[in-house]
């Protein structure tokens, strides 16, 4: 639920000091997007998948998984900011051994020693590739759903045309399950779609 519709349809039984604090848009720079909050109240989150925070957070997985350990979190956070980064594939984009990519904190040395990790690690098999984007409600399906897939033009040409049907058979669900977890896999997989096949651009698929 949007927070503004939330806060619009006051409930008694809430305090009403609890409706001024709520954030209705995110205040990440270039994001502004309307805040979502749960039904029970237990989450607030920004609506857009693409929020910077988000991206920051996912290009710092993925740097973890190919061996990156001396960039932080909010020094991937300012890259992103900076060059206004909305895919998490376009870290294989730059050149950090040449040009200051990073306003602070990141030495020469590191510098040029993320290009070379960059470089030497942007050959994926199409499963390792879907796990590297740390896509978010996936960690469990990836393996299951990918492991045999072997273009991904292809696999979303059958998604979209088979449906959640399509999901089921990858993971020999019976014909008669729809899971919550597969109804939110499906849901991710269309909402990073122009993601994942624009960053198949940037590296090299086995
Ligand atoms: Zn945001």
Redesign the pocket.
Known sequence: MIVSDFVENINENIPMGFYDILPKE???QG???P?VMTELLTELQ???PF????VSYRIHQLLEDIGVTYITESQVHEFVIDHKITNVFEIFLYDFSQEPVFSTGVSDILSKALSSTLKQNKLFTNYEYVKVAHLPNMSLMVKPLFKDCSDLNVFYEKLESKGLAYLQLLLKEDSNTITVDMVKVYETLLTYKNELLEGLNYVNIL
């Open positions: 995110c205040d990440e994001c502004n997007s805040m920004c609506s857009n929020c910077p925070s988000k």
